[in-house]
């Protein structure tokens, strides 16, 4: 330091100035590139990726929802015919715990699961319960539905469990070496699923034997899509996964573009396959499109806020093929499937955690923070239903009927019935059982939400767990929030 001095002092002041400028260009320089290498990656759009458009679907009157995000895809779209509201209420379901997700739907049956790790089948035309089976402490996944049983997984403690769908008897349990959120999904005699260790799993459908096990560099909280023999999934780590079903082999591994200062996004987003393309939202505030067979980034766009949900895509007559989907930042987006540009965007005034669905030419998506539903136009963005009553994965169908999901309720809801003309009588039964639910303008208030602390729910999960907000999240829950 001394010799330092020294060598100052010897200089002429036009010297010392001369220095003094080089430091500064040094100092300078150094902050630019500081500035490039943490700044917050831009958006990418690659006009010669891949891209399939379908055919539009024809209309079904009635279908199962077997899993969660209707089929194996996850696409969330049923071109349903005759649903649109204003509906009646056919029935309330109370399930005095928190329902995260959304049921499905067999025939005449819903499955649901609630946060206290109870399976329920409910009668889909009366509301009654069938059967109701206790499987462990904590839960948080839809269950999937396939030859006559039930597969689920669960948090507290790690295992995936099979049940027989007419009954609840457990057929066989599978311990986990860690715990699980991810909703399954079955084909071919296996049933995948990912936990929080990082692994991606195939179990036996018949006895829940490891068929494979592949190990992910991140947890792996969201559910896999799975279309031509090949799993799709992406983990905490930023990092989306493409895995032959048979063997679980690596076929392609693509990574997120990242958060600013370096930090990698997290995939919590059940992706949907379609148009020869993965769809998933990043908790890096983006929602990512990649080539389905090369792994290539075909696009990304940034939202308003972190973007917890997964997607629902569509194709039909009056649209293009879009993207819908919500953000924590409290925005219902339509996204052009090929290029990411925005179609529409509409606020619904609170955060959106869970995933939307399209039923027919209707957007359903909750919000957390308000605890309604709202539902709008699949081509203008214009809100057609809004009720006071939903949390996360707000709704499904059958064709003939749709399950709203409040905070800790289902409720059946169907056409409103038209009046009749004059001369023809009146209809027959009460007409307070018909009552219009969910007409366009001010929510009718929460009825989903039980008084009181249903004891162990969503939000007390909150010790030794991860932000799920990331940075400035409103909530620290531990797991994906009904993605």
């Not at 993965?278 to 792994?295: I, K, L, M, P, T």
Request: hydrophobic letters at 35%.
């Amino acid at each position: 330091m001394r010799r330092v001095l020294e060598i100052w002092r010897s200089l002429s002041t036009l010297q010392r100035a001369f220095a003094g400028a080089g430091a500064l260009l040094l100092v300078a320089g150094g902050a630019v590139a500081g500035y490039l290498t943490w700044k917050r990656p831009g958006d990418v759009t690659n006009t010669d990726a891949t891209f399939r458009a379908k055919q539009v679907r024809k209309k079904e009157e009635a279908v199962d929802w077997p899993l969660y995000g209707l089929n194996r895809a996850r696409t969330r779209y049923l071109p349903a015919k005759g649903l649109r509201p204003p509906f009646r209420k056919l029935w309330h379901f109370d399930a005095e715990q928190l329902l995260e997700f959304s049921p499905i739907s067999v025939r005449s049956t819903l499955y649901v699961m609630s946060n206290d790790a109870k399976v329920f089948a409910i009668n889909s035309e009366t509301g009654n319960v069938k059967w109701k089976q206790d499987i462990g402490e904590l839960s948080a996944a839809s269950p999937a539905f396939a030859h006559k049983q039930l597969y689920v997984t669960t948090l507290e403690p790690g295992k995936a469990v099979a049940l027989n769908a007419k009954t609840g008897k457990v057929q066989w349990r599978r311990q986990l070496p860690g715990r699980s959120e991810s909703s399954p999904v079955v084909q071919g005699g296996r049933v995948y699923f990912g936990d929080e260790t990082g692994n991606v799993w195939a179990l036996d459908e018949k006895n829940g034997k490891v068929a494979w096990r592949t190990s992910t560099g991140g947890n792996v909280k969201a559910g896999p899509a799975l279309h031509d023999q090949t799993l799709f999934v992406g983990n905490y780590a930023g990092q989306m996964y493409a895995l032959r079903a048979s063997d679980g082999a690596v076929r392609w591994q693509a990574s997120d573009l990242g958060a600013s200062f370096g930090r990698t996004g997290r995939f919590y987003s059940t992706p949907a396959v379609a148009f020869g393309r993965v769809y998933a939202g990043n908790a890096d505030g983006r929602v990512y499109s990649f080539e389905q067979r090369s792994g290539d980034l075909a696009w990304s766009q940034s939202l308003d806020g972190y973007v917890y949900a997964a997607p629902a895509v569509a194709d039909t007559s009056g649209t293009p093929p879009s993207v819908y989907i919500g953000t924590n930042g409290g925005t219902a987006y339509a996204l052009d499937a090929r290029d990411g540009g925005e179609i529409w965007s509409v606020s619904v005034g609170g955060e959106i955690s869970g995933a939307g669905s399209v039923i027919g030419d209707i957007f359903y998506l909750s919000d957390v923070d308000l605890d309604k539903t709202v539902g709008f136009d699949i081509a203008t963005g214009r809100s057609v239903y809004n009720i006071g009553r939903g949390e996360y994965n707000p709704m499904v169908s059958d064709g003939r009927r749709l399950y709203l999901t409040g905070y800790a309720s289902i409720t059946g809801l169907g056409p409103k019935e038209k009046k009749p003309k004059r001369g023809r009588g009146k209809p027959e039964g009460k007409q307070a059982k018909n009552e219009p639910e969910g007409k366009q303008g001010k929510p009718k208030g929460k009825q989903g939400k039980p008084k009181g602390k249903p004891g162990k729910n969503r939000r007390e999960r909150k010790q030794g767990s991860v932000n799920r907000g990331g940075d400035g999240g409103k909530r620290n829950r531990g797991g994906k929030p009904g993605n």
